[in-house]
């Protein structure tokens, strides 16, 4: 059964530095994710992608966060200075034309030191 | 805003013992409702769905029906067993085109044998 694929599992960066974090969705799916979830609270909504576009984007989503699909399978996060805070479980999502029904990769687990 | 809202836990069964885990959303909008399951070091899966009123969605013993009568979508099993311990997220869709998630805080079940 096709899935989506995260990586690196588990990421340990310094306060300042960039980090990219990869997803590879489901390979006919046209709508991307990416969600958070920060240790003991609700799984948030970061960003969603279609057509090689942001559509939609929360409030957590600033300026230091930014996303691509630089070919055809991989879709990233980037987040340019990374903050204490930003320490959570991230987790890549993608969806068919069907776009309620959202498949979740396995995340990766971002530790800001 | 959109919300959902789950009930405390953790919760602890022993194998072969009913469970119900409760689920209420605010009623904006036309949402897609789910039940999500993330097992031990992995990621979120897609437990059940239903997309209106008094559908009911099933999958592996569990089953919820879309209640908007009383914006509830309950998740419910006759006989849980020990491999059913994970931690069950209630989220709804927006009822846009988008299906960005807006996820409930989640719910640990431990089932002992």
């Known amino acids: 059964e096709p899935e989506v694929t995260q990586t690196p599992s588990h990421q340990v960066t310094q306060m300042g530095q960039e980090v990219i974090l990869r997803c590879v969705p489901i390979?006919?799916?046209?709508?991307f994710y990416w969600y958070r979830q920060i240790l003991g609270q609700k799984v948030e909504f970061l960003v969603s992608?279609?057509?090689?576009?942001?559509?939609?984007k929360s409030e957590i989503f600033d300026d230091q966060f930014s996303v691509e699909r630089p070919d055809g399978s991989n879709f990233t996060l980037k987040i340019r200075s990374t903050k204490l805070e930003d320490s959570a479980m991230y987790f890549c999502a993608s969806s068919d034309g069907s776009p309620e029904t959202q498949y979740f990769g396995p995340g990766t687990r971002l530790l800001v030191l | 805003g959109n919300s959902v809202t789950q009930m405390e836990g953790p919760v602890t069964l022993s194998e072969e013992a009913f469970l119900t885990i409760n689920c209420t959303y605010t009623?904006?909008?036309?949402?897609?409702l789910f039940w999500y399951v993330q097992y031990p070091g992995e990621g979120l899966q897609l437990l059940l769905k239903a997309t209106k009123a008094d559908d009911k969605g099933s999958n592996k013993g569990f089953e919820a029906t879309y209640r908007k009568e009383t914006t509830s979508f309950h998740l419910e099993k006759g006989s849980v067993q020990v491999s059913d311990s994970a931690v069950y997220f209630c989220?709804?869709?927006?009822?846009?085109?988008?299906?960005?998630?807006?996820f409930g805080q989640g719910t640990i079940l431990t089932v002992h044998p």
């Open positions: 992608f279609y057509n090689n576009e942001i559509s939609e």
């Open positions: 989220a709804r869709s927006r009822g846009t085109s988008y299906g960005k998630l807006t």
């Open positions: 390979s006919n799916h046209l709508y």
């Open positions: 009623a904006t909008g036309y949402p897609s």
